[in-house]
């Protein structure tokens, strides 16, 4: 019997190329991502959320026409069928929003006629629906368990105004509304991470995109993918006090314990979305006039450089800054969800254009030759 230590199987399939793909790439050693050829902080820089996505889904820049007709069509899909919000009514109200998130997004494949096809137009039109629809179902979904009216989505505004303005009831000021668009343009692909690489398993079979992107949300939901965000900020409640974090992070390596929001399976270096969500933190610190939470943060960032060379990812100060713009906890990983359904479809709609089912092999370690013993000698 082949032991563990002899497999040739990759654990994890770190570093297995599993496919080709022209939407995204990081470069862990020199802290790189791009989209379709362009520099994370040059998108954050001068684009928009619904630029990224034309992009991601299209390999290039729309030119303005292009634009303003993309950005039309998901406006126009924002709105969520009245059953599926009826549906969510009946869910328990402590329900977690990322469950409530995938089994709805399940939900809206009975209200879409054709939604099965895999064609790039079909496709492509589905990706736009989910796209539009994901932030509605969230920010109803908070609205609906904690008896609150549903605020209908405002076809004028952007996904990332309407998200808050659906959360809130009342629109983000410009500046806010511009930071949680770059929040929702870093989040939006980073290559073959687990979530995606499920979309493409799933999409690879043939299957409809309803299907690869409610699967792409369970594979999201779990605590090592998406769930770090709201960890961090469960970290930062529990220390309390900047005097405190010394103290916490000295006991917590102590116990071996992981650091939340810190480290990364690929950047190597600082992850250049933390660069943002750093700046964005101090931002909301500064706006709200609550520092704590930012200042606590660059303490930890800084401790772990040097106890552990590790620096802070994504989710680090994206927990400070969702904190301070009033977001509820449990929502920080279905945001994440509103941005990368953008990266999931646009993977679902490269696989689709170029399909190879997805089947690798299992290296056999068990028994074999055994003989079928009667269940009265066993
Ligand atoms: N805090 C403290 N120590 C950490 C750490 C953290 N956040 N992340 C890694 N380490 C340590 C491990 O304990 C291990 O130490 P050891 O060699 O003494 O056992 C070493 O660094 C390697 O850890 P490993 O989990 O194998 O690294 P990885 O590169 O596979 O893991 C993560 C990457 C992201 C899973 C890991 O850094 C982590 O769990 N971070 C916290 C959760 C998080 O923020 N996830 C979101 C990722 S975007």
Not at 11 to 40: K, M, P, T
Not at 73 to 99: C, E
Not at 159 to 187: Q, S, T, V, W
Not at 195 to 221: D, H, K, P
């Amino acid at each position: 019997m082949t032991t563990a230590t002899e497999s040739t199987a990759t654990a994890g399939l770190r570093g297995v190329v599993a496919a080709q793909s022209s939407i995204g790439d990081v470069n862990g050693e020199q802290g790189i991502l791009i989209y379709q050829g362009y520099d994370i902080h040059d998108l954050a820089e001068h684009s928009t959320f619904e630029e990224v996505i034309y992009l991601l889904w299209n390999g290039r820049l729309p030119n303005k026409t292009e634009l303003d007709e993309h950005v039309s069509k998901l406006r126009a899909n924002y709105a969520v069928p009245d059953s599926v919000i009826s549906l969510m009514k009946q869910f328990p109200a402590d329900a977690d929003p990322m469950d409530v998130l995938r089994t709805s997004v399940s939900a809206l494949d009975f209200y879409d006629k054709d939604g099965h096809g895999t064609d790039r137009e079909t496709a492509t039109r589905v990706a736009i629906r989910l796209t539009g629809q994901l932030g509605t179902i969230a920010a109803a979904w908070d609205r609906i368990r904690s008896g609150k009216e549903v605020v209908p989505p405002d076809p004028g505004l952007s996904i990332a105004e309407n998200f808050l303005y659906m959360l809130r009831g009342e629109k983000p000021d410009a500046e806010e509304a511009r930071m949680f668009d770059i929040c929702l343009i870093l989040h939006a692909d980073h290559e073959l991470n687990a979530s995606t690489f499920t979309t493409r398993v799933v999409a690879g079979t043939l299957a409809g995109m309803y299907g690869a992107v409610t699967a792409g949300i369970a594979a999201l939901a779990g605590p090592l993918h998406g769930g770090a965000n709201t960890n961090v900020m469960k970290m930062l409640l529990e220390i309390g006090d900047l005097d405190k974090v010394d103290e916490w992070v000295d006991k917590a390596l102590a116990e071996k314990r992981k650091i939340m929001g810190i480290g990364h399976a690929v950047y190597k270096t600082e992850d250049p979305r933390a660069t943002w969500l750093r700046k964005f933190s101090k931002k909301m610190a500064e706006k709200t006039g609550v520092t704590k939470w930012f200042e606590m943060s660059q303490r930890i960032e800084k401790l772990m450089q040097e106890k552990k060379g590790m620096y802070p990812n994504v989710d680090f100060y994206s927990a400070s800054t969702y904190y301070l713009m009033g977001i509820p906890l449990d929502l920080y990983t279905p945001i994440f969800a509103v941005s990368r359904i953008s990266g999931w479809t646009g993977h679902i709609l490269e696989q689709y254009a170029n399909n190879k089912l997805i089947r690798p092999r299992a290296e056999y370690v068990g028994p074999r030759g055994l003989k079928y013993v009667p269940l009265d000698q066993r």
